[in-house]
């Protein structure tokens, strides 16, 4: 490992792979927001899917979802990436685990079912869903 950086992403098997990636990618990282909370003084931190917590001025602007390219390791916020139409994903679950593609409806559900997420073929619930927007993460394609 030594001087070399790794991006650890999912295959198409939703296996645990490394890639390389240049020292520039290696600072910073794309996170998840998986909800709001007030803390002490009416400051308002976000909360990861990694467990990292952000204090945020305006905390209007995220929802959950929604997902952020933080820098490492100082911890900030260089991009907002809102979950929409039109977002580029990651997947993270189900049959299509590994792969990425483009929103094309998200179905809020007014019951106890998850909410769904509909691309161009196919769809599935939220929360096998990763927005990366414009972030370049590196291809899962595994050598046999």
């Given amino acids: 490992l030594g001087e070399d950086n790794?991006?650890?992403i999912l295959d198409h098997k939703g296996r645990l792979r490394y890639r390389p990636i240049p020292a520039s990618d290696a600072a910073w990282k794309v996170c998840r927001v998986e909800g709001k909370t007030t803390v002490?003084?009416?400051?308002?931190?976000?909360?990861l899917h990694d467990g990292r917590n952000i204090l945020v001025d305006d905390a209007s602007q995220y929802a959950t979802h929604d997902a952020v390219r933080i820098s490492l390791p100082e911890q900030e916020v260089l991009e907002h990436i809102v979950f929409a139409e039109g977002t580029r994903c990651f997947l993270i679950g189900?049959?299509?685990?590994?792969s990425f593609a483009d929103v094309?409806?998200?179905i809020v559900?007014?019951?106890s079912m998850p909410n769904e997420v509909q691309f161009d073929d196919f769809g599935t619930t939220v929360g096998n869903v990763f927005a990366v927007g414009s972030a370049d993460l590196p291809t899962t394609?595994?050598?046999a």
Avoid: D, I, L
């Fill in 6 to 8: 790794y991006r650890c």
């Fill in 40 to 47: 002490k003084g009416g400051k308002t931190q976000v909360n």
């Fill in 94 to 98: 189900g049959v299509h685990v590994g």
């Fill in 104 to 106: 094309k409806e998200y």
């Fill in 109 to 111: 559900k007014r019951s």
């Fill in 141 to 143: 394609e595994v050598a």
